[in-house]
Structures are given as C-alpha cells and as structure tokens.
C-alpha cells in the first residue's frame, strides 16, 4: 500500500523568504509523485510532477522538488514567497492506474 | 480548451435524500476519476472510469453510492440516501488515455455537499 504523510498542516512564511513544503512517502513500488496547488474556489492544479526521468523537478510559478529515495521524500520550495502563493498544497503518490493518494495538505500562508 | 467542470458547486439537502452530482471531464479524456474530501482529511480515492466501464470503484464508501458514466463522456454520482459523514467536497479528475501512472490529472473546482 503506498501513503503520503505531509509533515505541517499549516506553514506561514513572509513575503520574500523560502517557502518549504514537507511531504514523506512509503511506496513498495518506485513511486510517481505530484504536488498540487488548490487557490481558493478552484480545483486543484497541477504545480509539478516526479516520473523518474530526473531528481530535481522544476514546477510552474517557480517551484521545484527533490526526490530523495533515502529519505522517501519529496519536499516542495521556492526561493521567494510571493503573497499570490497564498494556497493548499497537496503532495500525492500514484498507482500504476492512475489512483492518487494524497497527504493531509498544507495551508501556506504568506504574510507582508 | 474547457476544463473538467463540475455541477452544481453546492448542495445542501436533508439526510435520507438523494443527491446527484454531475462531472464534465476534458473532452476526449477517456480516464474519469472521483475523490472525496472529508472536512479536516485527506482528499481519498473514490473510483476510477476508462471511458464507460469502472476500472477500480475501492474507494467506495458503501452501497449507497452510485456511479455511472454513460457513452464514456460526462459522469454522475448519485448519493441514496444520503448521510451526515456523507458531507465534503467531491472532486472529479480527468486523463488522457495512456499507460502509465505519470498522467497528470486535471481536477475540477469540485462541489460541496453538506448532508443536515
């Protein structure tokens, strides 16, 4: 069974710093890892995607994550916080159909 | 290009009702997924269509929950009667048809039930 733990359920940065979003996984296959984005009254979005073609994934609106299969992780940042970041992020695991399991999510706050 | 949509965005109705929601996914995705968040976890699995046949429906919390999809295009989820853990947010997802488990999924707004 895979899982997806999201360490912090709510993180606040302020304007300008980095942005860190913790996300843990445990996969008894090589796993394929997302984050997503949801902005409130929308769906969820697509920010980046780990399909095992390269350890650093490069996501829209300047994030990017690391895949570390020794720590089972894949953490989510950004150099610079923006108040538009403002957002849930999810971080999900996928099966070999498709089904995704997702983390607990974590609000981000950004603050002037 | 539209992307998934879903209706209505918001219901509220009475326990032991029934409640349809409707998903529109990108045109031409044959794969169509349902999930559920529950207020304060995690958004869960429901079911899984590749064009009108249910390829997986583990996800699904009980007999109460009906979903079809007719002709491969929009799907409905039917919730008979409904219940008080029934309330959330219902988020419908959209794929292209293709082998692996890297396709990105296009999710909807999602609509939100709450069952009183």
């Known amino acids: 069974a895979q899982s997806v733990t999201q360490l912090g359920s709510h993180v606040s940065v302020s304007e300008g710093a980095l942005v860190l979003l913790r996300c843990n996984y445990s996969?008894?296959?090589?796993?394929?890892l997302f984050w997503y984005v949801q902005y409130p009254n929308q769906g969820l979005q697509l920010l980046l995607k780990y399909t095992s073609a390269a350890t650093l994934v490069k996501g829209i609106n300047g994030f990017e994550a690391e895949f570390k299969k020794s720590e089972t992780s894949f953490h989510l940042t950004k150099p610079s916080a923006h108040m538009s970041d403002a957002a849930e992020y999810f971080c999900a695991v996928s099966t070999s159909y498709g089904k995704l399991t997702f983390g607990q999510g974590t609000i981000l706050t950004v603050h002037p | 290009e539209a992307g998934v949509t879903q209706f209505p965005s918001h219901s509220v109705i009475e326990k032991g009702q029934t409640v349809t929601l409707r998903c529109d996914p990108i045109?031409?995705?044959?794969?169509l997924y349902w999930y559920r968040r529950v207020m304060g976890k995690e958004i869960k699995f429901l079911l899984h269509f590749v064009k009108e046949s249910k390829q997986d429906e583990s996800g699904m919390p009980n007999n109460r929950f009906l979903a079809e999809r007719t002709g491969g295009t929009y799907s409905t989820l039917k919730v008979q009667p409904a219940e008080l853990e029934d309330s959330g947010v219902y988020f419908c997802?959209?794929?292209?048809?293709?082998?692996?488990?890297?396709?990105?999924?296009?999710f909807g707004p999602g609509t939100r039930l709450t069952v009183l």
């Open positions: 997802a959209s794929s292209p048809l293709k082998t692996g488990a890297d396709d990105t999924q296009y």
């Open positions: 045109s031409g995705h044959d794969n």
């Open positions: 996969s008894s296959v090589p796993p394929y």
